[in-house]
């Protein structure tokens, strides 16, 4: 079992900066794949970012490419999430997930456990 806590949500202004943390605990897939996804209301879930455990490799959802920076502390078993930029389309609850393979991938169905997530709302 994992349990993934996500923190550091906020209401911002259009281009500030918010930095998103996920504890995870649990060892069983303490080696596996984190990532953060988000959901605005009446729409599906989407793919922000992915990094493997291991090695630290890391994926991007188009939309935000070249703003957000997923990165982890394998010590402290802490996945972040450093949104810049922020725009009104950021809006949303962003969920971090895991999954029990090492390799990060941008399925939803891919992940075995989320979090509760943490809203972010950008105001323009």
């Known amino acids: 079992q994992v349990q993934l806590v996500e923190s550091g949500g906020g209401l911002v202004q259009a281009g500030d900066s918010l930095r998103l943390s996920c504890l995870a605990s649990?060892?069983?897939?303490?080696?596996?794949?984190k990532a953060w996804f988000r959901q605005a209301p009446g729409k599906e879930r989407e793919f922000v970012a992915a990094?493997?455990?291991?090695?630290?490799?890391?994926i991007y959802g188009d939309s935000v490419k070249g703003r957000f920076t997923i990165s982890r502390d394998n010590v402290k078993n802490m996945v972040y999430l450093q949104m810049n930029s922020l725009k009104p389309e950021d809006t949303a609850i962003y969920y971090c997930a895991a999954r029990s393979y090492i390799i990060g991938t941008m399925s939803v169905d891919d992940y075995d456990y989320w979090g509760q997530g943490t809203q972010v709302t950008v105001s323009s």
């Open positions: 990094i493997n455990w291991i090695g630290g490799a890391t």
């Open positions: 649990g060892s069983r897939f303490s080696l596996g794949a």
